[in-house]
């Protein structure tokens, strides 16, 4: 009975240790890759130390600068071309259109506010674009970016009613068929048909001022898109000793044909 037992565990012990074994032959082979690498890689390096210094003093001189000069090269290729791109920035920066907003916009006859229409008629008008720039302006939109806005003295607590019109000259606008080019020291007087504006809420008694915001679009020669935006206020004559020189921006939506001349605000102005 014993011995059947000793046989009986022989076959156990073998097979657990067959795993044991696997696994020593699998990490032996993992080291000797390794180690095989390693070897590989200092065979290199010697190999690449041993030719180097193969090399006698001139052929070593000789390499070096030949590595220099590709070195060289490669550097002042690099700065060529960033010059280059520097230089070509700066001839279209000197060499552009600025189209500007000449002068403030005129009414050509009396326009009517009346709040019991709801309606500001604005009457003809007129505008001015000049290219004071020393390059042709080679498409001008100016037609399509005016804006009149009724602002209330009495605050009402809400930008859209409170505050003055102001431009985005980054505006991104698309051709239109009216544009038409600008050389340079060219002014161009732009006509404006009468056109209509709604009301905000107001009264008869209360007083108001008068904004328009003018911006004018254009493309120059390298097909770069430019814009200037100002913002102009309407002033009255006025016999009051703080508006008698540039004139008095109040007055009130009371059906009376008006007539007054815009003056540059403060605000609104850019250029790019």
Known sequence: MKDNDRNDDKPNAA?????????????????????????????????????????????????????????????????????????????????????????PPEFLQPFICDVRKGQLNTGNMRRFVKNIGDANAVKVNAFFFSRLKIIPEHKRGSESFDAPPVGNCNQKVGSVPVEFPLPPNIEKQIE?????????????????QLYDLECVYYWDEYGNSHGTCDTYRLLFPSTNPLDIISGSPTFFCDATPRIGKFREALIGHCEQ
């Open 192 to 208: 404006i048909r009468q056109g209509a504006m709604t009301l905000p809420p107001l009264s008869t008694d209360e007083p108001i």
């Open 15 to 103: 097979d657990n240790l067959t795993p044991t074994s696997t696994r020593e032959n699998k990490n032996n082979k993992g080291h000797k890759s390794k180690s095989d690498a390693d070897k590989s890689n200092r065979r290199q390096k010697k190999t690449f130390r041993a030719v180097w210094r193969s090399y006698s003093r001139v052929k070593q001189l000789e390499v070096v600068i030949a590595g220099l000069a590709a070195a060289g090269v490669v550097g002042y290729l690099i700065a060529y071309i960033v010059v280059s791109m520097k230089q070509n920035s700066q001839v279209q920066m000197q060499h552009m259109p600025l189209v500007i907003n000449s002068r």
